[in-house]
């Protein structure tokens, strides 16, 4: 019993209070600051620093590749995605908040500023093939994007270190 006690100490599901969901919400956030539009970050600094034209021109082909796909998903399936989406947000955000679900409340808090992230992508994906950015204007409009990125995840690590910290000392006082 005691082996057991130990594995679901390791995989609480008090969300908030679990070491793991942490080091998932800066892992999240860091890797969705460092894939922009689906292309590396360091990418786009060698692509401006380089003196040559071939990590410039593999950088504009990787950002064309990743706005093609991003628009084509958003064209064929965004009308049925966004349904989808918006009955399973709604339901984590009904589960969490309404019925007082840790753990709903821990995923929801994870997954609506992803979504943010996630419409935001699909707006810089049209601006970038409607005005047919490319060069250092290209750079730019990443370098923006990435900066709305890490805007919405710090005020979501905010927000969620703050709620995190209202449900534990609400856990200790009511537990």
Same mark, same amino acid.
């Given at each position: 019993? #005691?082996? &057991?006690?130990?594995?679901?100490?390791?995989?609480?599901?008090?969300?908030?209070?679990?070491?793991? &969901?942490?080091?998932?919400?800066?892992?999240?956030?860091?890797? @969705?600051?460092?894939?922009?539009?689906?292309?590396?970050?360091?990418m786009?600094?060698?692509?401006? *620093?380089?003196?040559?034209?071939?990590?410039m021109? #593999?950088?504009?082909?990787?950002?064309?590749?990743?706005?093609?796909r991003?628009?084509?998903?958003?064209?064929?399936?965004?009308?049925?995605?966004?349904?989808? %989406?918006?009955?399973?947000?709604?339901?984590?955000?009904?589960?969490?908040?309404? &019925?007082?679900?840790?753990?709903a409340? @821990?995923?929801f808090?994870?997954?609506?500023?992803l979504?943010?992230?996630?419409?935001?992508?699909?707006?810089?994906?049209?601006?970038i093939?409607?005005?047919?950015?490319?060069?250092e @204007?290209?750079? *730019?409009?990443?370098?923006?994007?990435?900066?709305?990125?890490?805007l919405?995840?710090?005020?979501?690590?905010? %927000?969620t270190?703050?709620?995190g910290? &209202?449900?534990?000392?609400?856990?200790?006082?009511?537990?």
């Amino acid at each position: 019993m #005691d082996w &057991y006690d130990n594995v679901f100490e390791l995989i609480d599901m008090r969300s908030f209070s679990n070491l793991w &969901y942490w080091i998932a919400l800066a892992v999240t956030w860091s890797s @969705a600051s460092h894939w922009v539009l689906g292309v590396p970050w360091d990418m786009a600094i060698r692509a401006r *620093k380089s003196e040559s034209d071939a990590p410039m021109r #593999d950088f504009q082909d990787l950002v064309r590749v990743n706005t093609n796909r991003i628009l084509y998903v958003a064209r064929e399936s965004g009308l049925l995605l966004a349904g989808l %989406v918006a009955f399973a947000v709604t339901s984590v955000a009904l589960m969490g908040f309404v &019925y007082d679900s840790e753990f709903a409340q @821990a995923i929801f808090l994870l997954g609506f500023p992803l979504l943010l992230v996630a419409m935001l992508s699909v707006r810089t994906a049209h601006i970038i093939q409607d005005q047919a950015l490319a060069g250092e @204007a290209l750079v *730019k409009r990443i370098q923006r994007h990435r900066l709305h990125i890490q805007l919405i995840g710090m005020a979501s690590i905010f %927000v969620t270190a703050m709620w995190g910290m &209202y449900q534990n000392m609400n856990a200790n006082v009511l537990g």
